[in-house]
Structure formats: structure tokens, C-alpha cells
């Protein structure tokens, strides 16, 4: 079996990791030839790393990662509503928050994936896929095809591969705009920032404050419906909004980013022999520094390697491992509502049979 991976960033990465884990070659195609060098996604739960660390990358995530050491709430005045100390608290063997800073996470799972017999394609970008009855095509911007059983596609919120497999999305109904910023701190402990993830509770402007790798800090800004996005990006604004938590001469602005957080998600998880790696998806948005989805990549590495290992063939070793989708479906939905506030009342499209029958639970 060979599979082919749309999108080299983390979670194609990953995904090429898992499959080389289990026997299964696989080619990554991915536009860019270097690695991305701004942060995005700054942290990971205990779920994900625990899912990266049985892929055998437990050294190289030690190199990388960071354990968040607190998050609380706090009103606008700063007055602690609640909190945890997450010091002792582990999930899975892992501390249950990790800190990152992607391009070096990014860097790390390039090397590794290209070290377990992946065969990297950067610098190309896929313009169009050919689905047969038992295999599928890639064509790339330089003319050249590529061939495999399957094709995972790993090129984003607004993914390609989705839209022309012809893949609708439900929207949830929960749309905000943030604003980002990340600096790097000369002094950390001088600075005098909270060594936590904190949510400032402000009716005036929400704020989410988190400790990121090393010297990296994060902020997010709730942009309010009056403030237009591109206005609020430029370094005059940004430096009004960071004035009440540093001055800005002892920090180094590292990218500053408007972002809509659009709750949608994807109505299937495969279309024939195509595969998106993620249904659930925050579109264009990293929220409380979390942003990448590697479950899907451990979910296929599973499906895989029963295939692989055992005598799939003769016993529907195919469908079985086409209902890779549906087993995905109500806790991709259920995440989205749960994670990022949206409802089941929200979903614009009527009629579908899990709301039919009264299943509204994540159980």
C-alpha cells in the first residue's frame, strides 16, 4: 500500500510519521520548501502528545516541549475567579498542556518523518487529483504525477483536496475575531507576565494571555464588532493593546495576526479513496494557543496497521478500513460544540439522521 499526503505542516507530518510507523510507505507533498518560521499553534493537550510519543518520538518531543505550569480565570480588574496548578497533573503519562513553539516542532517532524523512509515532494504544490476505482492520482504545479492507494489530505482549514472531492462543511454558528500577537520577551522574569494561560474575563475586551516555549509570549484580543480587523493589525494598535501588560521596548513584536474563528465542520471524513485528515475544523484560527489536530492521524495509523498485519483482504479489509469516517464523526462534531461554544441548534443543515434519532450526547 502507498498512501498520499496533501500538506507537510504538522499534522501531514505526523500523519506520514504514523503510517511509516506501522509499515506503510507514504509521500508527502507539501508547497513549501522551508519550514513555516512564525509561531501559530503554541501549545498541545496531553491527548496529542501522547499520541505523537507512541509514534516513538518521546526524546524529540522532550527537546521541544514545555509543560505549562497553571491556567486560571481572572476578572477585568485582575482578581483571581479560579484556576489549576497543573504541575503534578498529568494525562496519560504526559503533562496534561505542553508549550511549543511550532517552527521547531515543524522542523523536528520534518527531519523525523523524512528519517522513517517518507518520500518528501517540497516545494510542489498539488493542483489537482484523479480518483479511480483502485487507486488515486496527484497532479503537481510542475507537471508531474504522483500514485497511490489513498490520498490523506493535510492542507488546511480551507483545504483544496476537500473542495474538489467535493466535501460540504456544516456550520456551527460561532464566529469571533481575534486578534494575535506574539512577542519574544527580552527578560522573562522580568517582565512581570503570569507564568500561566490566563483569560482575562473582560466585558470590554476578552484576553487570552499564555506562557509560551522559552521566552515567547502570546496574546489574543477579542476584536469587537465596530473594529475592523486590518485597522487593528497595524503596530500603532497592537502597541496600544500590549501597553497594560509590557512595555513594548522590552519585547520583540514576533507576528501579529487578525483571525476569524469560523466553527465548521466537515460533513464526512472520507470521499472514496480520499480521506481529509481533519473534521472538525476552526477555520483560520488558533484560540487559547491550541490550533493543531493530530487525533485523525493516530485514528488512520490504527486502521492501518490492522490492515498491514493482518489478513484484511480476504475478510472487507478495505470497507473496514473506509469507515475510517464514520468512526470519527460524532466526537469530531461533539469537539467543535464543546470546544469552541457553538451548539447542535446552530447546524444549518436539517435533516441529518444522528439529529433525527436523538443522539445529542458526546457519550
Known amino acids: 500500500m502507498h498512501v498520499l499526503i496533501a500538506g507537510g505542516g504538522p499534522v501531514g507530518l505526523t500523519t506520514s510519521i504514523a503510517l511509516s510507523s506501522v509499515g506503510v510507505s507514504n509521500t508527502v507533498v507539501e508547497k513549501s520548501a522551508d519550514v513555516y518560521g512564525l509561531p ?35 476578572d477585568a480588574s485582575g482578581n483571581r475567579l479560579t484556576g489549576i496548578d497543573l504541575r503534578d497533573v498529568q494525562l496519560l503519562g504526559c503533562p496534561a498542556v505542553s508549550k511549543h513553539f ?30 479511480d476505482s483502485d487507486h488515486v492520482e496527484l497532479v503537481l504545479d510542475d507537471g508531474s504525477m504522483l500514485r497511490g492507494d489513498f490520498l490523506v489530505a493535510c492542507d488546511g482549514a480551507s483545504s483544496r483536496t476537500r473542495k474538489v472531492a467535493g466535501i460540504p462543511l456544516d456550520d456551527l454558528g460561532f464566529d469571533q475575531d481575534w486578534l494575535v500577537v506574539d512577542v519574544e520577551l527580552a527578560d522573562r522574569e522580568g517582565s512581570g507576565l ?28 477579542q476584536l469587537q464588532p465596530n473594529e475592523d480587523p486590518a485597522t487593528m493589525t497595524a503596530e500603532a494598535r497592537v502597541r496600544d493593546l500590549l501597553a497594560p501588560w509590557l512595555a513594548t521596548s522590552d519585547a520583540r513584536i514576533v507576528r501579529t495576526a487578525a483571525y476569524r474563528f469560523h466553527a465548521v465542520v466537515a460533513q464526512r471524513l472520507r470521499n472514496g479513496r480520499v480521506l481529509p485528515s481533519r473534521r472538525r475544523r476552526a477555520s ?77 450526547t458526546c457519550n
Open 194 to 221: 503570569p507564568d500561566v494561560t490566563r483569560q482575562v474575563c473582560d466585558p470590554q475586551r476578552p484576553t487570552t494571555l499564555v506562557s509560551g516555549f522559552r521566552n515567547y509570549y502570546r496574546f489574543e484580543f
Open 40 to 74: 501559530r499553534a503554541i501549545v498541545m493537550d496531553a491527548e496529542i502528545r501522547h499520541a505523537l510519543t507512541r509514534t516513538g518520538l518521546t526524546r524529540q518531543l522532550d527537546e521541544v516541549l514545555e509543560p505549562m505550569l497553571a491556567a486560571d480565570f481572572v
Open 102 to 131: 511550532q517552527p521547531l516542532l515543524d522542523a523536528m517532524l520534518r527531519t523525523q518523518a523524512e528519517r522513517r523512509g517518507a518520500h518528501l515532494r517540497v516545494g510542489r504544490e498539488v493542483v489537482d487529483h484523479r480518483e
Open 284 to 360: 483560520n484560527a488558533t484560540v487559547h494557543g491550541a490550533g493543531l489536530e493530530f487525533r485523525d492521524a493516530r485514528r488512520l495509523q490504527s486502521r492501518l496497521e490492522t490492515r498491514v498485519r493482518g489478513p484484511w483482504m480476504e475478510h472487507g479489509g478495505t470497507a473496514r478500513f473506509l469507515r475510517h469516517g464514520a468512526s470519527r464523526q460524532r466526537s469530531q462534531r461533539c469537539g467543535a460544540v464543546h470546544r469552541h461554544g457553538a451548539t447542535d441548534r446552530s447546524v444549518r443543515r436539517s435533516g441529518e439522521p444522528w439529529r433525527e434519532s436523538g443522539e445529542h
